[in-house]
């Protein structure tokens, strides 16, 4: 049973605009979230995180939305460039200190 | 500051072999996560681990598998009688103790049983 998805395997985008990753999630336990970022052979970077207690967070190009009421979260990238070109892995944890649940992962493609 | 690091970064095993995976965390960072990403797949959580002692090996199967971070040295993910299930990518991550929500991950050890 999967607690946290990414029904989107794949997504292109023309450089220059909006990159919309989707992650949805079923445990309501869940109330800190992150997006992670990675490139082939190498491990996850961190991207950005949002608490439940906050519905959006911004760092520079990249913005997480949170609808809790829905159990879902976007990361927005934009303006998108093609080294933003990876795995975008979303990840939910149910409290301080818990181990993180990971979603299957989409692959974006920044195209030039 | 060195980031974490895991060796070896490729592993080759025949079946029924011991695969034996280190990982040093971040410097200053006291606890450990060991995670395994099959093909196509996200990372699935393993084992969490503080110096000495084990938090949480929910993730881990029971039998094969065991997971140390002593007092001194690397954390060590030992696999017993390797089987071509266990083909994987194994990442381990760290965070600082006041920070465990932060996790910093390695680049990575790709497990391939022959």
């Known amino acids: 049973d999967q607690q946290v998805k990414q029904n989107s395997p794949s997504l292109s985008v023309q450089e220059g605009r909006i990159s919309i990753l989707n992650c949805d999630y079923t445990n309501s336990m869940f109330d800190y979230f992150l997006w992670y970022k990675k490139y082939p052979a190498e491990g996850p970077t961190f991207l950005i995180s949002?608490?439940?207690?906050?519905d959006k967070n911004e760092d520079g190009r990249f913005t997480v939305f949170l609808n809790k009421s829905a159990k879902h979260l976007s990361l927005h990238i934009v303006p998108s460039q093609p080294g933003d070109s990876a795995v975008y892995f979303c990840?939910?944890?149910?409290?301080?200190?818990?181990?993180?649940?990971f979603g299957p992962g989409t692959r974006l493609s920044v195209l030039p | 500051n060195a980031g974490v690091m895991q060796n070896p970064r490729h592993l080759v095993r025949r079946r029924g072999q011991e695969a034996r995976l280190r990982c040093s965390p971040m410097k200053g960072h006291s606890h450990v996560y060991w995670y395994r990403q099959l093909p196509e797949e996200g990372l699935k959580f393993m084992v969490y681990l503080q110096k000495e002692n084990i938090i949480d090996e929910s993730g881990m199967p029971k039998e094969r598998f065991s997971a140390e971070f002593p007092k001194e040295g690397p954390s060590i993910l030992r696999i017993q009688q390797v089987v071509r299930g266990d083909s994987a990518a194994y990442f381990c991550?760290?965070?600082?103790?006041?920070?465990?929500?932060?996790?910093?991950f390695g680049p990575g050890t790709r497990l391939t049983v022959t």
């Open positions: 991550a760290s965070s600082p103790e006041q920070v465990l929500n932060e996790q910093y």
């Open positions: 949002i608490s439940s207690i906050k």
């Open positions: 990840a939910a944890s149910a409290g301080y200190g818990q181990n993180f649940v």
